[in-house]
């Protein structure tokens, strides 16, 4: 199956040869781990706390999922990491804001740091074109 790398124009993506924020194979769009980051790149986090983090995280997801023409209701599977758990209920919170209906399965991990900044990073699958 042959596999393409998705450009996002409006989504900073790290230096060559490091990693792709998407890449599509067939039907299937496999998006690499997100955190808080500036949609024009930096190494600054986005929001003060888990809430206004996972919301810059899914707005970096669901704008790296319209460039593959999908939407976020395409959305099959996270996987998020938290650094305190204990603070789920805003990853809820912010979640409730992309997603209605059906939500994507999801498995919620706590972890040391997801990256060396910021309290929730994750990754995601989805599938275009249902």
Known sequence: MARTKVSVPD???????LWSNAIRAGDMLFISGQVARP????????GKDEYEQTKQIF???DR???AAGGTM????????????IKKNTEVWRARREFFSGDFPASTLVEVRS?????????DRN????R
């Open 114 to 122: 997801p990256c060396e900044a910021g309290s929730v990073g994750g």
């Open 11 to 17: 989504v900073a993506e790290a230096a060559p040869g």
């Open 64 to 66: 790296i999922i319209k």
């Open 59 to 61: 707005s970096r997801i």
């Open 73 to 84: 209701d395409n959305l099959v599977k996270m996987t998020i990491y938290v650094v305190d």
């Open 126 to 129: 989805c599938r275009l074109f």
């Open 39 to 46: 949609f024009e790149g930096g190494t600054g986090i986005v």
